[in-house]
């Protein structure tokens, strides 16, 4: 026990006599976050926080490992997944820290991730089998190292995308740690236990100086510190476990981060089609802030669900088979029962967004494939009869009205070509309307006119504009100017392109 106090609270002095040196080095080396549309913070806020994490935890467990009692012995009888642990999350925090210092792409930091890990993998802490008392047992098989790096980036993302608001992310992985502790005592897991205490002291500490209005943020490097052990760490506790409970715990606890992430990012992805990786403010604690809440008050209403959360786990501990599954059925219905008051009407904005982007898709890949037939006619062409007719002909497949090819003489243009819909396709709604210049052989200046029909999307009618445009680039008007003149086709009665003469 004195093991457990001494750690605990070494590590929050640690923390709090670190946090002003940090905050100091930051601001004379201008390392500091500025106000922003996003940012909900007024002054230049320092924040390399994450710094205190690393160091004021290894300070209390580097010594761990050569204490002669029951903990020293536990840490030497796990020293291998202990130091790939500590060796992993190090790296994740100087990824973190570059991050801060220098942008990083958000695909570097993914990979990176990635190979964390799989470090942590290769050591023996994998998703080996899921089990509910004598209930049932899952064997993952091979999926085992597929789920565990899951598991850890997600927890990891997840941890560094809740950190929006004073003290949030702190607050959040302060109560994931104390659960995680309790759940490495309960399985007897010392080594566990003592980590965790650890980083809970360095976040207690930090809590003092990062909670509303706060003096200090930790950063990339202290949210993927915390998110990347947080993960390893409770992957750790069930591999000695193999319940379902040991995992489900955690992911519990962590469901307002989890739950939010994922709605944010299908709402980026589905509904406004950026980047995943992209900033908004569509996060639960933006919404709340929106409905005119305090920064504290909405700080302290993340706390209590994740404490209430934390709570139902943790009773979970006490319970057996199909009654650990009801109680965390029922604090995952709690959840998303939450989100969906909040975002009810975005979750019906997704279905609508994503049945529209169905339909663009769709409609892409049609017009993609009458793209690459055009291609192919056109190579095929011999003659300027020949070129205008595989433009024409796309034109129809693509839905296009009226389609005209122009010639500049005598700094004029006069139409010599033209190309309708026939009358019982030919709509009335709107239409867009673009003109294209094209390269010719000759010293004559040429563009293409057209109008499309707009139905429904006008982002579909720019894509058959970009394909067209698209064809005039690889295919320009061959050198026949000349039989465009000559040539009259009258063929608008039975929908084929048609040749004009110049007036």
């Not at 993340?302 to 029922?330: D, H, P």
Request: aromatic share 10%; net charge positive.
């Amino acid at each position: 026990m004195k093991t457990y106090i001494t750690v605990y609270f070494g590590t929050v002095l640690v923390a709090m006599f670190l946090v002003p040196i940090v905050s100091q080095l930051a601001k004379w080396y201008r390392l500091v976050d500025a106000p922003g549309p996003r940012k909900v913070h007024h002054t230049p806020i320092p924040r390399i926080g994450g710094i205190v994490f690393i160091v004021s935890t290894l300070a209390l467990i580097l010594p761990v490992f050569f204490l002669k009692n029951d903990i020293g012995q536990s840490f030497h009888e796990s020293r291998t997944e202990l130091i790939v642990l500590l060796a992993a999350a190090g790296f994740i925090f100087i990824v973190g820290l570059i991050d801060d210092l220098r942008s990083i792409r958000g695909y570097i930091k993914l990979l990176c991730l990635i190979g964390a890990s799989l470090a942590i993998c290769a050591s023996g802490a994998t998703l080996r089998s899921i089990s509910v008392g004598t209930w049932f047992e899952l064997d993952t098989g091979l999926a085992a190292w597929p789920l565990s790096v899951l598991w850890i980036v997600m927890i990891t993302v997840c941890m560094s995308v809740i950190d929006g608001l004073d003290g949030l992310a702190a607050g959040i992985a302060a109560i994931v740690c104390g659960t995680i502790v309790l759940m490495a005592l309960w399985s007897g897991q010392a080594a566990m236990a003592v980590l965790m205490l650890a980083l809970l002291g360095s976040v207690t500490g930090f809590l003092f100086f990062n909670f509303y209005p706060a003096k200090i943020f930790m950063g990339d490097c202290g949210s993927m510190f915390l998110g990347f052990f947080i993960g390893a760490g409770s992957l750790v506790c069930q591999t000695k476990t193999h319940t379902l409970v040991g995992l489900a715990i955690p992911f519990l606890v962590m469901g307002v981060p989890i739950i939010d992430t994922c709605f944010v990012v299908i709402s980026r992805r589905f509904l406004e089609r950026r980047s995943i990786f992209a900033s908004d403010r569509k996060h639960l604690h933006h919404h709340l802030l929106d409905l005119g809440l305090h920064h504290r008050t909405v700080v302290i209403i993340i706390y209590a669900v994740t404490a209430i959360s934390a709570s139902i786990g943790v009773f979970t501990l006490t319970t057996e088979g199909r009654w650990s599954i009801g109680l965390l059925a029922v604090g995952l219905i709690l959840l998303l029962s939450l989100f969906a008051c909040l975002h009810g009407r975005r979750y019906c904005g997704i279905l609508t967004a994503l049945k529209r982007n169905l339909a663009i898709i769709n409609d892409a890949r049609i017009y993609r494939h009458t793209f690459e037939m055009a291609q192919v006619r056109m190579r095929e062409s011999t003659s300027f009869h020949e070129w205008w007719e595989a433009v024409c002909i796309m034109s129809k497949k693509m839905h296009f009205q009226t389609l005209g090819l122009w010639n500049c003489r005598s700094g004029q243009y006069v139409r010599t070509c033209t190309w309708d819909v026939s009358k019982d396709r030919f709509t009335t709604g709107k239409t867009a309307k673009f003109t294209l210049p094209i390269r010719g052989n000759g010293a004559a200046e040429w563009e293409i006119r057209a109008h499309i029909s707009v139905n429904g999307y006008l982002e579909l009618s720019g894509r058959q504009a970009m394909l067209l445009a698209r064809l005039m680039d690889e295919f320009p008007l061959p050198g026949q100017e000349e039989e465009a003149e000559q040539l009259e086709l009258f063929a608008n009665a039975t929908n084929r392109p048609s040749i004009k003469k110049k007036a």
